[in-house]
T-cell receptor, first 115, second 116 residues
Framework: EPEVTQTPSHQVTQMGQEVILRCVPI?????FYWYRQILGQKVEFLVS????????KSEIFDDQFSVERPDGSNFTLKIRSTKLEDSAMYFC?????????????FGEGSWLTVV | AQTVTQSQPEMSVQEAETVTLSCTYD???????LFWYKQPPSRQMILVIR??????QNATENRFSVNFQKAAKSFSLKISDSQLGDTAMYFC?????????????FGEGTQLTVNP
């Protein structure tokens, strides 16, 4: 069964460093997402991406975050200058098209620890 | 804005028994979707079941079924014949019905433990 894949599975980084989290969405999917889950808290929406541009973003997704689809298969989340509070599990997700109600499929997550 | 509430932080059930997880939500929307996702210790989010708000019939997926009460804004998940592999965090989630995709709003989660 096709799945969303994410790398790395776990990354430890120094505060202030840049981090890039990578995702390969399901191949025929057109709508991509990043969510995050701080340990012990709710899963929170960060951003959605469609047709090579941001479709929607939450208040969490400030200027230190950016997303990019650098080629036909990868979807990346960049955190420019990491803070301690960015420590979380980051989930990439995708859905087949832009119509709501389509199932959103999640990857296994990238666990980011900022020290 | 939508909110999703899961009032049971933890639940446990004996293997082969039935358990019901509660979820309530608040929205002014009339058209929307509701989901239950499962997050096992591997931490991957896995879709369990999906319900369209405009459908009165409750969704079922093998041992998993929902009790959708639109007027009460309630969306509970029933797991029948519980198995050890059902041990996981279960998240209820809401999605508005829009023409251009929509975000999921999650509840706090319920940690379910299935005991042998």
């Amino acid at each position: 069964e096709p799945e969303v894949t994410q790398t790395p599975s776990h990354q430890v980084t120094q505060m202030g460093q840049e981090v890039i989290l990578r995702c390969v969405p399901i191949s025929n999917h057109l709508y991509f997402y990043w969510y995050r889950q701080i340990l012990g808290q709710k899963v929170e929406f960060l951003v959605s991406f469609y047709n090579n541009e941001i479709s929607e973003k939450s208040e969490i997704f400030d200027d230190q975050f950016s997303v990019e689809r650098p080629d036909g298969s990868n979807f990346t989340l960049k955190i420019r200058s990491t803070k301690l509070e960015d420590s979380a599990m980051y989930f990439c997700a995708s859905s087949v098209d832009s119509y709501s109600g389509n199932t959103i499929y999640f990857g296994e997550g990238s666990w980011l620890t900022v020290v | 804005a939508q909110t999703v509430t899961q009032s049971q932080p933890e639940m446990s059930v004996q293997e082969a028994e039935t358990v019901t997880l509660s979820c309530t939500y608040d929205t002014s929307e009339n058209n929307y979707y509701l989901f239950w996702y499962k997050q096992p210790p591997s931490r991957q989010m896995i879709l369990v079941i999906r319900q369209e708000a405009y459908k009165q019939q409750n969704a079922t997926e093998n041992r998993f079924s929902v009790n959708f009460q639109k007027a009460a804004k309630s969306f509970s998940l029933k797991i029948s014949d519980s198995q050890l592999g059902d041990t996981a965090m279960y998240f209820c989630a809401f999605m508005k019905r829009e023409t251009s995709g929509s975000r999921l709003t999650f509840g706090e989660g319920t940690q379910l433990t299935v005991n042998p």
